[in-house]
Structure formats: structure tokens, C-alpha cells
């Protein structure tokens, strides 16, 4: 199979804010934390791949709310990349306590 695919790199315009916005994405998403934060999403009705709802209803902090419209284009795929991975990233157990929110439909 030769070679494998690897993602290019792409540098953090806006280290400033992108930084904290990171953080509070990582840290709704740490082990201690998901099930609070799965939780606020199954309240709010939301499907936890809806970044953008999420996002502005404030559910991910407003770190994360206010940052992320201050950050540009490749900062934002970055941050939303960043999101999405972590959302498959969480325990399976976890998810089948919120699969409401896990939810395609």
C-alpha cells in the first residue's frame, strides 16, 4: 500500500484566541465532564454533531461562543474538526447513555 495519508498541517492564525477556545472544547469533552455536558445538550434538544447550535446557545461556554467568531476561516474548520473528532472520541458506554443526542434523525 505504499505511502498512508497524512493530513497537512495547517499553522493557527489566531494562536491568541484559538488557544482557549481548544481548551474549552477539550475539557467539555474530558472524561469527568462529557456526561454534564451530553446532558445540557439532551436539555437543550440538540443533536451533539450541531457545532453551530452548540456553539451559539452557549453550551460549550462562552470561551467558545464568543471565540470562535473573532477566529478566520481555517481557524474555525480547525476548531469545528476539533469538535467533531472529540464527539467520536467518547466512550462508548457514554454514548449509549446518550444516544438521544447521538441520534441521526
Do not use: H
Amino acid at each position: 500500500m505504499g505511502n498512508m495519508f497524512q493530513q497537512a498541517t495547517i499553522p493557527i492564525a489566531n494562536p491568541a484566541v484559538y488557544g482557549p477556545v481548544k481548551v474549552a472544547i477539550e475539557a467539555a469533552f474530558a472524561p469527568p465532564s462529557v456526561g454534564k455536558f451530553l446532558q445540557r445538550v439532551e436539555r437543550a434538544k440538540l443533536r451533539v454533531r450541531d457545532f453551530e447550535q452548540i456553539r451559539d446557545q452557549g453550551l460549550l461556554g462562552d470561551v467558545v461562543k464568543n471565540g470562535y467568531v473573532q477566529l478566520g476561516d481555517s481557524d474555525r474548520g480547525q476548531i469545528r474538526e476539533l469538535y467533531l473528532r472529540s464527539v467520536e472520541q467518547v466512550a462508548q458506554e457514554v454514548r449509549g447513555k446518550y444516544l438521544k443526542v447521538y441520534a441521526y434523525y
